[in-house]
């Protein structure tokens, strides 16, 4: 079955070309010596990203593979204006972060509902020859040709905002935890990878507040060299305030697994170990209350410790209070997302998310459409003027 969460399409886009001036001498029986009157060319279409709280995916964008926005119209005789080019809006997900598929490197980020974008500018459209009329030159017999198009292959990539991010080996309970303190209701079993994609919960909080979950597939070790699904699905921590590690109770060292999962971050990005932590560990059910205090004290004073039973609810109410005392820490106040100042990975290549895209069958080769080149200015022995009978 087809999994409905796509977080990174490939898509080429190219935006219009203006439109030519028209170089036109009116020449009428009432009016002999009309003069120029060449119109200008209308500009061509823009491409523009824009946020829409409505998407949380990239699927509407798996199939566009090329996006072509309009060219301009040319100019025409009395001083007529070509057409605009329409300009194409591409609705992303908050939290879309966009490449260039050649290099690699960051484009922009589109990060809250209603923000625009312009990814490719449409060209300008040329003057006629009505705009280069002087009292030297009553009779310019040349207009400018429209401005080019551009055209960038783009690589889109989401990455889920939320507040608090789950980070845990297979088995761990973050699903059935995102279950019990939310709305969602992500596929739970007693095997291991069985969330294959993220989830977003909304934790209720007392006085009707309230903070996002997110769950990701869980990670192994060696997931930031590839192995299982964590590589994948680890950019979406990148955006959470704060990551809370869920290690079970019946683990035989749950501070080595805490260590490991701390490490693979650290592999994948060394900015994440900045983030502030919180330590749950789930299954308590299978623990009685001595071995709850023996454990806790093995465990470091330096990072808040949880014990949590999602099926039971035991330590679910003190596990929201020192989430939500974490999310309104003053050293961990939510800024305002900007392209600026909590982007990570900006400069990463991104030739290893294209690989993935063509491993799926989902970067065939593209047929490229030929692109005609903008016609230079004419001589002037080429140039007719059309004369009007009444």
């Given amino acids: ?125 040329g003057l006629g020859n009505f705009q280069f009329r002087t009292a030297t030159n009553q009779a310019p017999r040349y207009a400018q040709p429209g401005e080019p198009m551009q055209e960038m292959t783009i690589i889109l990539e989401l990455k889920l905002l939320a507040d608090v991010g789950l980070v845990g080996f297979p088995n761990a309970g973050k699903s059935t935890l995102v279950s019990s303190l939310s709305n969602a209701r992500p596929k739970i079993a007693n095997y291991p990878f069985t969330t294959m994609e993220p989830s977003l919960g909304i934790v209720g909080y007392r006085d009707n507040k309230s903070f996002v979950m997110a769950d990701i597939p869980g990670i192994i070790e060696g997931a930031s060299e590839g192995k299982g699904l964590g590589l994948r699905f680890l950019r979406h921590i990148e955006r959470n305030s704060l990551l809370l590690f869920m290690v079970p109770g019946d683990t035989d060292d749950i501070k080595r697994e805490y260590e490991i999962l701390l490490n693979e971050l650290a592999q994948f990005n060394p900015e994440l170990l900045d983030k502030h932590r919180v330590l749950a560990v789930t299954k308590c059910d299978l623990l009685d209350e001595e071995l709850v205090e023996m454990l806790r004290e093995t465990l470091s004073d330096d990072l808040p410790v949880v014990f949590i039973s999602a099926v039971t609810g035991y330590g679910l109410e003190e596990l929201k209070d020192v989430l939500w005392g974490e999310l309104n820490a003053e050293s961990n106040k939510l800024a305002t997302i900007t392209a600026e100042d909590t982007l990570v990975h900006r400069d990463k290549d991104m030739t290893r998310f294209a690989q993935e895209l063509a491993d799926e069958g989902e970067d065939e080769d593209i047929e490229y459409v030929e692109l005609d080149d903008l016609d230079d200015v004419e001589d002037l022995d080429d140039f007719e003027y059309e004369s009007e009978e009444s």
């Fill in 1 to 125: 079955m087809e999994s409905n969460f796509v977080d990174y399409v490939k898509i080429y886009c190219r935006s219009g070309k203006g439109g030519k001036g028209s170089m036109h001498l009116r020449h009428v029986k009432y009016n002999p010596n009309g003069g120029p009157d060449g119109g200008d060319g209308g500009k061509g279409g823009s491409i523009i990203l824009r946020g829409n709280h409505n998407y949380w995916t990239l699927l509407h964008l798996k199939y566009e593979r090329h996006i072509f926005a309009e060219h301009g119209g040319n100019g025409g005789k009395d001083k007529c204006h070509g057409t605009d080019g329409k300009d194409v809006y591409i609705d992303v997900p908050c939290g879309t972060v966009v490449y260039n598929a050649e290099t690699g490197k960051y484009v922009c980020d589109v990060t809250y509902d209603g923000q625009e974008v312009m990814l490719l500018k449409g060209g300008r459209g």
